[in-house]
């Protein structure tokens, strides 16, 4: 594999998602809709609900809508990495990763470049989160994002992975729908995104616990946390990077036409 022939090749298919994504505005304000919902509203209902015993000593609807902030921020990756997902079964319906993974050039390299620009959509929304919610008067400051950016992009890298890998299994796009209920809510209310694990914990529900504990999202979070503040958590980077090249691995095996799932694509 030249280097040129590649470098055409990552132009081509990370472009080609930029560009659908260029020609779509209204993609990437829905995308920041929800997370700001969480942010405005659901904040404020949590904290009547759980009162300050929830986060002490973040004992005001302010301080709580900062810890939501990296759970949110992870969320906005994640339901991009799974509009990638759809991409992928819609491309496969249509015949367009037919002729994509038919290209001179290793499939696991094109599965690769698919993943670097989905990625980079992601960190983009993620990014645009961030501003919008300093914004809304969230104590961060633009120095503390670009300090937990490699952070952010890796755990960005993740979920698109993660999205990449549901699309060998998702075989039309009636199942997206299924897929969303039983994969997508169960992995971010199973996290630590509006509450902190200690707090699961001490409600007695150990299953609960255990599920958020070995949750990737989870550990995608904390490590964006952490970072935001200028601090490395090496357990959740570890495990983040760990389950990045585990779900890229899967996913490349499944457009394996020898050994994957996919038998002709």
Known sequence: MRI???TLALRAIAGREIHKFLRQPGRLISSLVRPALWLIVFAAGFQNVFGVAILPPYDTYVEYRVYMVPGLAMMVCLFNGMQSSLAMVYDREMGVMRLLLTAPLPRAYLLGCKLAGTTFLSVLQALAFFILAMLFGIDLSIKQVAIAL????????????????????IKQLENFAGTMNFVIFPMFFLSTALYPLWKIEESGSQWTYELTRFNPFTHAIEALRFGLYGQIETTSLSVVAVCTIVFYLIAAVGYDPQRGLIKSA
Do not use: D, E, N, R
């Open 4 to 6: 040129a022939h590649a």
């Open 150 to 169: 490699p952070i952010l992009a890796l755990g960005a890298l993740m979920l698109s992975a993660f999205g990449l890998m549901l699309s060998v299994y």
